[in-house]
Structure formats: structure tokens, C-alpha cells
């Protein structure tokens, strides 16, 4: 291999780096502040871009009958559940609010939008999936044990990603290149999207970490996912902690379907196995932290460059593969573990 | 009666089955049978071990492509074929296991299913595996000269092989390792305290349960004659993990009745769904995802309790006479001699120095009580001694040898036996047999002798030296009842019994008294000091003064991380810097 095509990889692999690192971030955040690993994030960054594609195609996106859907069953839940709720409150949360942008859409669909809506009205009708989802099959179960909560977001990953394939078809779409253009810098190219997603990126990891130090409903976000009995004896609802949780992993995942979509054809299923990547290279940073996961995302893309160039067949099961090594070397890093708390039954 | 007779006429209809039912029902009973067998492999470690796993299809994946690529290219026999199958998928599963086991929470899981991607993605693209077509022209496995290919034969081939399966799992569970396993829920702080080797024991039913899923899709391949790689993607492992859940993890007949729950409604379903819409092979997964969220948030312990419930409650077993043969016994120390020996230990917690160079001897046949004010680092030094901390300086002997650094693990096998200030008994588990967990390093046996029965020596003595200690503390009342169901006093006591049945030179008790009523406080007072006349060497922390004082040969005295007194309890009663450390004045 000769400098120039090992360039030429890096800077694929940077591209490739760029897409793991929203998802990566969106992933980590979550896990650090629920300490569920949100498996269907991946599906909802696809739902963004496909949803933005439609939307600048003039056909009215299929995410309106997840919504939809979603906001049916919620407000069920909501007024047949043991607390009941008076009515017309619930249908007002869980029905028409989530419902908005859905009649928005609906409404808009086939008009020229202005410059930036079609924007706006992703991120308005992505918004509500996340609190809908943690609503209809996190919150029944809260106090359950973390693998009971991991099996379901990985279930709830089954239900997205056959609903999308129903609602979008089998067909991927890619919505337009943000900004054209590019920096030549020294021979290489960088193109606009790829570092308007690092620069949004960076910005993201500091929002998040200004958000979680600096707010009071973000530190509330950080004790409840270290100790749910003890943040409701301080008066933090921890239904409310994991609502506005959710409610930042959707916000997250518009803006990576909105800014990966452009560079990539993404399909109904694309987001489970971006998610997954993006989830190898949090675990290559530690799981610890967004910048060590945003490097190990990094790490990522260029692997898979690399891979692809020997055997492009191949590139999935290296990067998944890579794990193994690992996870081995942080086995033997560990120190002495730590009891786990006492579970109930499955 | 009816609990009694549930399994002759279970194995009855099975029997019956391939004479009456229609050659379609047959086929769709050895689809049941395979997944039962993947489904059998999950029960134990999901719903015994407290492990998970996404990616059990990849291990059904590796065999079948094994078995498919030995006897298609290679011209191997099914049998060797079957051997190529187990010996692949064990070595995959001890790699995996060594790299994820040790680590905690979501690694584990989550890992699986990234394996399991990467297995199938392998199996997609390799030409020798007929990459995405598969490999079709399978020979079946053969007899003699019978062809056990699809139908009653294959019927018959299957639910052997799943018959077997579930004979030695039951057996499995029902042993000493068995024991081991049912033990891994819940933190691994109190089966390492007993001397059980966690980590070996969660390696052994990973790779166990990746036996079970090989035994499958060798079936598979032979039974259908075609192996497909789609068969082996995340979303079957989800399946095979839906039926065992659905059934109930926590029972060997949860996987048979998931299996045959879930294979009979995908059947209908695709009978089904068709009418309703076209493009019903997505909905058919999106209807499966929402039933077993539905299933995780209403019935999380599966249907098999549930059925339980319907039943008549079980007959007590009457308690066995002890009759076997009794354990053999460690020698103890002679009266007088050391036997743990703590020299200027210190322990820190970032700034926080939580044992301050503290040393104290015992000696056989003592009872030393170490007591002081709260935070004065007496639990901490505890757990120093039975490995569960390893301290920063000085040294620790038992019985002459260094005990300094070994693990929790490494020390109970020397002989030293502890008690938890937070209670960890297996509450699901009966009194019995959380005593009997105690004297697991007592016994010898393996996995494969409990599996194959050949334990059972062994077992009736293990199980009458728990019944004797059980007795010994009074709670030999109902020894089959779950341990939960003991008031929080009595559970200690339990903890106690636990603890005397790993016939221990050294029984460490954290706060024994705590929790209990006064009569239950003289019992337990009148115990260990029957234990101390047998020679027995006892190390009490405890808060309940009058109790320590009244049983006690000597006490140690800690404050903010130091000794500050030793001796008898007249002199430490008298003692100034005791008072003042309890009672607070001018030092």
C-alpha cells in the first residue's frame, strides 16, 4: 500500500468516523444519564433521514404513523393504566402534542416549503418518538432489572425497524448535501457535510456537557440514573428525569439522520448496525466518556475503510469482530470487580 | 397426583404422536424440538445463570454450517460431522466467554448480538458456505441403513436428542455445580465467598448453552437438508430468547412450552396474516417484537408459573432421616494455637483512611469480639480478612500462612467462613439448600457427574450435613421452604448455618444479632458458644454490647481506623478511652 492510497483511506475512513460520532454521542449520553443502552437510537437516526428525504421529495413521510401509532397506544397506557389519569390531560400530552407536527406534515406535504422548514418539521415530527417510545415500553417497566430493560430496547428495535420497512418501503433515499463544496487542504478534500457533521459533533458534545453540569434538570437526568430511590426522596420524578431523557436521544437522532442522510444512502434498517458500529467505538473509548467515545467512533471509520480496501465483503465482520480483542483487553484491565446489586427474577 | 402425572403423560402423547398426527403436524413438531433445544440452552443461562444471550443463533449457525460444509465438500459422516459441530462451537463460545464474561452489566448482552452480526455477516459472504444461498444437499444422518431424514424418523432423531437434553440439564441443576449455577444470580460477593469459582461456573453454562444450540442446528442441517445463513441473524437469536421467556426462564419445560408456543403461532400467523395484507412477512416480526415487550412488562416470568398456579399446590416432601454417611472433616488447630494473625493493616478509600494500621491475633478456640462506633472501620477490616478488600499495607496470616492478597475465593478454602452485614441468601432458593451451597467445597463433583446422576453419593451427604446444621440452629423446621420467606433475624441465622457447613476453622460473623428478638439472641449466644467448646475459632462484629460482652473471651476496640483497647470485657468496660470513645467527654 502506498502513502497516497493510505491517505486516500484515512480521509474515507474519516467520512465514515464522522457518522459514528453522532450516533456514538447520541448513544453514550443516553446510556450515562438512563443506563439504557437505546438500541432502537440507530432506527430513529434513519427514520430523520428518510423522513427529511421524503419530505424534500414531496411525499409525505411514513414516520407519521409510527407517531401516530406510538401516540395511540401512550394515551391507552396513559388512561388504562393502575394510576388513572384524568382524561382530557392525557389526551392532551400524549395525543395532541406528539400529533402537531403529524398535522403539520400531513398539511404540508407536496407544498414547496421555504428555505429550513423541511428541517423544522423533521426534527418536530422525530421529537416525540423518543417519549413516546420510553412512555409505551420503558416506563411500565422502570424499577425492572437493566437486563429486562436491555432485552426490550432491543425487541423495541424489531417492532421500528419493521414498521419503517412498511411505512418507507425497502428503497433508501438521501435527502440534499446540506453544504456543498469543500476545503483542499494540502491535496486532501474535505467536504463541507463531513465537517459540518465534526463541527456538530464537537458542538453537540458540549451542549450536552454544558446541559448535564451547569442545569439543574440535567444534573436531576445524572441522579436518577445513579440511584431512581434516592432521586424521588429529593424530589426529582424520575418518570420526568427519563421523558426528558428520551426526549434528548430523539433530539440527537434528527440531527444525525439530518446531517449523516446526506453522505450516505441510509435503508429502513441502515440505523441497527450504524447504531451498533457507533456502539463498538463508545466501547473502544470506555463507555466513560463523549470525547473518548467520539475518538473511538473515529477509530471506527477508519477500520472499516481499511477493511473494505482488502475485502470490502468483509468490512462488517472485522468491525464487528474487533470487539472480541477488545473487550478481552478490558477484561484484563478491569481491577477486582464490583458486586453487582442484588436482582429479582427475570 | 396431577403434578405426578404430568410428565408419564406428557412422554405418553410423544410417544403416541408420530402414529396419529398428520405427516404436516410431525414436521412442525421437529421445527418445536430444535428450538426447544436452543430455547433449553437460554433457560440456563438466562433464567438460572442470569446471563444473556442475543446471539444463540450463531452458535446454531456455526454447527449447522460445520456439519453442512464436512459432510457436502468433505464427504464426512453426519457423526464425525456432529463432532466437528460441538467442537467448533465450544471453542467459539470459550473464546467469547473468556473475552465478555468478566466484564458487568451491558457488555455481555450487548456483545452477543455484535458476535452474532459478525458471524453471520462471515457466513453471508464466504464462497465455501455457498455465501448467501446457503448449502442445500445435506445428507441426513443415517443408522445403519434407516435414513432419520424429515418425518417421523427425524421426529424421532430430534426428540431423543432434546429428551437427553432436558434429562441432563434437570440433572445438572439438581447437583452440587447445579447449585453453583443457581447461585451466579444476584452478585457474585456471596457464591465467591463459598469458594465457588464464578467465573468458571458462568463460563461453564455459556459454553454449555452453546452445546444446546449446536446440537440444533446440527439437526437442522440434517433434518432439512439445507442451511441457510438468514437462519443464523440476530433476529432468529431474538426468537429463540422470546420462547424461553415466554415460557419461563427459570424452568427447563419454560423452553418447551415457548418453543411450542411461538413455532405454533408463527405457523398460524403466516395462515393468517396473508388475508389481512399483503407484505405480511414485516408485520409478522412487528407483531412478534410487540408481544414480547407485552409479555416483558405483564408476565416476566413466563407462562410456566402461571400454569404452576392452576395446579394443586405440591405435597410436602417429608423430611428425610439423616441415614448417609458423614463428610469428611478438616482437622482443626490445637486449643490456644494462632490462627489469625493481622499485623499493621491499613486500607484507604481515596483520602479516606478506613483501617489505620490495626493488628489483632486469634487464637483456637476464641471468641473475640471487635466492636467500636460507627464508621471506626470494623466492617472494612472484616472484609480485609475474607478477601472482599485487599489492603494497602501490612499483613494477614491464618493459620501461619499468608492470607494477604488471595481472593474471597482462595480464603474460604483455607477455612475461613463468613456472614454478610446486608443478608445474602438466595431468598428462591429452599433454607436447604442455601446451607447446602456452604459446603460446596466439601464436595467433589463435577458437571458431568451431576449431569449423569453419578453424584448422588456425594449429594445425601452433602445434603445431611446441611440438615444437621440446619438443625444445629434451630430452623430444620420446613428445610424445603424458600429461604425469602424467613423473617430478616432468622435469615442471619441461616447465613450462620451456611457458614458451619463449609466446616470452617475460622467462622467471621458481620452483626449476627442484628435484628433479632431477645430469646433469639440468647439461642444464638448459647450456639456459638457450644461451637467455641468444639474447638471452633469465632471473630464477632457486632453493636449490641450487652450481647458481645456476655459471650466474648477478649475484645478488640476500634476508633477511626485504629485499635484502641484489647483484653477481656472487665477491662475493657473499664477502659477510659473506650468510654470516651462510645459515650463521647473529655478524652
Same mark, same amino acid.
Given at each position: ?67 401516530? =401509532? ?67 415500553? $420503558? ?9 429486562? =430493560? ?17 411505512? $418507507? ?25 463531513? =465537517? ?70 441510509? $435503508? ?7 447504531? =451498533? ?70 | ?6 410428565? @408419564? ?13 398428520? !405427516? ?5 413438531? &421437529? ?17 438460572? /445463570? ?73 457466513? /453471508? ?97 440434517? %433434518?432439512?437438508?439445507? %442451511? ?66 407485552? %409479555? ?16 394443586? @399446590? ?16 478438616? !482437622?482443626? @488447630? ?147 421452604? !424458600?429461604? /425469602? ?66 459471650? %466474648? ?21 473499664? &477502659? ?12
Amino acid at each position: 500500500m502506498t502513502g497516497d492510497l493510505a491517505l486516500l483511506l484515512a480521509q474515507d475512513g474519516l467520512a465514515n468516523g464522522a457518522i459514528y460520532v453522532l450516533v456514538a454521542l447520541g448513544i453514550v449520553q443516553v446510556f450515562l444519564v438512563t443506563r439504557v443502552i437505546f438500541v432502537p437510537f440507530g432506527d430513529i437516526v434513519a427514520y430523520a433521514s428518510l423522513t427529511l428525504a421524503a419530505l424534500q421529495a414531496g411525499k409525505r413521510p411514513g414516520t407519521v404513523w409510527l407517531v401516530l =401509532l406510538l401516540a395511540v397506544i401512550a394515551f391507552i397506557f396513559e388512561i388504562a393504566g393502575p394510576a388513572r389519569r384524568n382524561i382530557p390531560r392525557a389526551a392532551l400530552t400524549w395525543l395532541a402534542l406528539p400529533l402537531l407536527p403529524v398535522a403539520a406534515v400531513w398539511l404540508l406535504t407536496g407544498v414547496k416549503l421555504p428555505l429550513g422548514l423541511d428541517y423544522t418539521l423533521t426534527i418536530a415530527l422525530i421529537l416525540p418518538i423518543g417519549p413516546l417510545l420510553y412512555r409505551v415500553a $420503558f416506563r411500565p417497566i422502570a424499577d425492572a432489572p437493566v437486563l429486562v =430493560l436491555l432485552i426490550v430496547a432491543v425487541v423495541l428495535h424489531f417492532a421500528v425497524s419493521g414498521i419503517a420497512l412498511m411505512v $418507507f418501503g425497502p428503497e433508501g433515499a438521501r435527502p440534499a448535501l446540506i453544504v456543498g463544496g469543500g476545503l483542499d487542504v494540502g491535496g486532501l478534500y474535505f467536504p463541507g457535510q463531513m =465537517l459540518l457533521m465534526l463541527a456538530s459533533s464537537a458542538a453537540v458534545t458540549l451542549l450536552l456537557a454544558l446541559f448535564f453540569d451547569r442545569t439543574l434538570a440535567g444534573k436531576a437526568l445524572r441522579a436518577t440514573a445513579i440511584n431512581r430511590v434516592g432521586a424521588r426522596l429529593v424530589g426529582i420524578r424520575p418518570g420526568h428525569a427519563g421523558l426528558i431523557a428520551f426526549l434528548v436521544a430523539s433530539a440527537l437522532a434528527a440531527i444525525s439522520g439530518i446531517l449523516i442522510g446526506p453522505v450516505t444512502t441510509l $435503508f429502513y434498517d441502515s440505523g441497527f448496525v450504524i447504531g =451498533l458500529k457507533a456502539f463498538v467505538g463508545a466501547i473502544i473509548g470506555g463507555l466513560v466518556s463523549a470525547p473518548l467515545a467520539a475518538l473511538g467512533a473515529l477509530a471506527i471509520g477508519q477500520l472499516e475503510s481499511f477493511s473494505a480496501f482488502y475485502d470490502s465483503t468483509m468490512k462488517d465482520a472485522v468491525v464487528f469482530a474487533v470487539l472480541i480483542p477488545i473487550l478481552i483487553l478490558r477484561s484484563l484491565l478491569q481491577r477486582a470487580p464490583e458486586d453487582e446489586p442484588e436482582e429479582e427474577e427475570l | 397426583m396431577i403434578r405426578r402425572a404430568l410428565l @408419564p403423560a406428557g412422554l405418553l402423547v410423544l410417544v403416541a404422536l408420530p402414529f396419529v398426527a398428520t !405427516p404436516y403436524f410431525i414436521t412442525l413438531m &421437529n421445527y418445536i424440538g430444535m428450538a426447544a433445544l436452543v430455547a433449553l440452552g437460554l433457560v440456563l443461562l438466562t433464567g438460572v /445463570g442470569g446471563l444473556t444471550s442475543f446471539g444463540q443463533a450463531a452458535f446454531v449457525g456455526i454447527a449447522a454450517c460445520a456439519t453442512a460444509w464436512w459432510t457436502t465438500r468433505m464427504g464426512g459422516s453426519p457423526w464425525t460431522g456432529l463432532l466437528l459441530a460441538l467442537a467448533l462451537t465450544s471453542l467459539a463460545a470459550t473464546i467469547l466467554g473468556l473475552a465478555t464474561l468478566r466484564l458487568g452489566g451491558h457488555l455481555l448482552p450487548l456483545s452477543t448480538i455484535a458476535w452474532g452480526l459478525a458471524i453471520f455477516f462471515v457466513f /453471508g459472504n464466504l464462497a465455501v458456505l455457498g455465501q448467501h444461498d446457503g448449502i442445500s444437499g445435506i445428507p441426513p444422518v443415517t443408522l445403519g441403513s434407516i435414513e432419520l431424514k424429515s418425518g417421523p424418523a427425524g421426529y424421532a432423531l430430534i426428540w431423543l436428542t432434546l429428551g437427553l437434553s432436558v434429562w441432563l440439564c434437570a440433572n445438572l441443576l439438581d447437583s452440587r455445580q447445579g447449585r453453583a449455577i443457581r447461585s451466579l444470580r444476584g452478585g457474585a460477593a456471596m457464591a465467591e465467598s463459598l469458594g465457588i469459582d464464578t467465573f468458571r461456573i458462568r463460563l461453564a453454562v455459556f459454553v454449555i448453552s452453546a452445546l444446546l444450540a449446536a446440537l440444533s442446528g446440527w439437526l437442522t442441517a440434517h %433434518v432439512q437438508r439445507y %442451511v441457510s445463513p438468514t437462519a443464523f441473524d440476530v433476529g432468529p437469536g431474538m426468537e429463540y430468547l422470546f420462547m424461553a421467556i415466554l415460557g419461563g426462564a427459570g424452568h427447563i419445560g419454560g423452553a418447551l412450552l415457548g418453543a411450542a408456543l411461538v413455532t405454533l403461532a408463527k405457523d398460524a400467523l403466516q395462515d393468517l396474516l396473508p388475508h389481512l395484507m399483503k407484505d405480511s412477512g414485516q408485520l409478522e416480526a412487528v407483531v412478534f417484537a410487540l408481544l414480547f415487550i407485552a %409479555v416483558l412488562q405483564r408476565a416476566r416470568g413466563g407462562l410456566i408459573p402461571v400454569l404452576a398456579r392452576l395446579l394443586p @399446590p405440591r405435597a410436602p416432601t417429608p423430611t428425610q432421616p439423616i441415614t448417609a454417611d458423614i463428610l469428611s472433616r478438616r !482437622p482443626q @488447630p490445637a486449643a490456644g494455637a494462632e490462627v489469625l494473625a493481622i499485623s499493621a493493616v491499613e486500607k484507604r478509600f481515596g483520602g479516606l483512611v478506613a483501617v489505620n494500621g490495626a493488628s489483632l491475633t486469634l487464637h483456637a478456640g476464641e471468641i473475640l469480639g471487635l466492636i467500636g462506633p460507627n464508621g471506626a472501620g470494623k466492617s472494612t477490616l472484616f472484609n480485609l480478612v475474607c478477601g472482599a478488600l485487599r489492603p494497602d499495607r501490612g499483613l494477614i496470616r491464618f493459620l501461619g500462612r499468608d492470607i494477604t492478597v488471595l481472593p474471597a475465593r482462595r480464603i474460604a478454602t483455607l477455612g475461613i467462613a463468613r456472614s454478610f452485614q446486608h443478608v445474602k441468601l438466595r431468598p428462591t432458593m429452599s433454607r436447604l439448600e442455601n446451607v447446602m451451597l456452604g459446603a460446596h467445597l466439601r464436595g467433589r463433583m463435577g458437571l458431568l457427574a451431576g449431569a449423569l446422576r453419578l453424584d448422588r453419593a456425594e449429594e445425601r451427604r452433602i445434603r445431611a450435613e446441611a440438615l444437621r446444621q440446619l438443625r444445629r440452629v434451630g430452623l430444620d423446621a420446613a428445610p424445603d421452604a !424458600p429461604a /425469602g420467606t424467613l423473617p430478616l433475624g432468622q435469615q442471619r441465622i441461616l447465613e450462620v448455618a451456611r457458614a458451619l457447613a463449609a466446616d470452617p476453622v475460622l467462622i467471621v460473623l458481620d452483626e449476627p444479632a442484628a435484628g433479632l428478638r431477645r430469646a433469639e439472641k440468647h439461642a444464638l449466644a448459647d450456639l456459638l458458644r457450644s461451637l467455641r467448646a468444639e474447638g471452633l475459632s469465632i471473630l464477632l462484629v457486632e453493636h449490641d454490647m450487652e450481647f458481645v460482652m456476655s459471650l %466474648v473471651d477478649r475484645a478488640v476496640v476500634m476508633e477511626f481506623g485504629a485499635v484502641i483497647a484489647e483484653g477481656p470485657p472487665s477491662t475493657i468496660r473499664a &477502659n477510659p478511652r473506650v468510654q470516651a470513645a462510645y459515650l463521647g467527654g473529655a478524652p
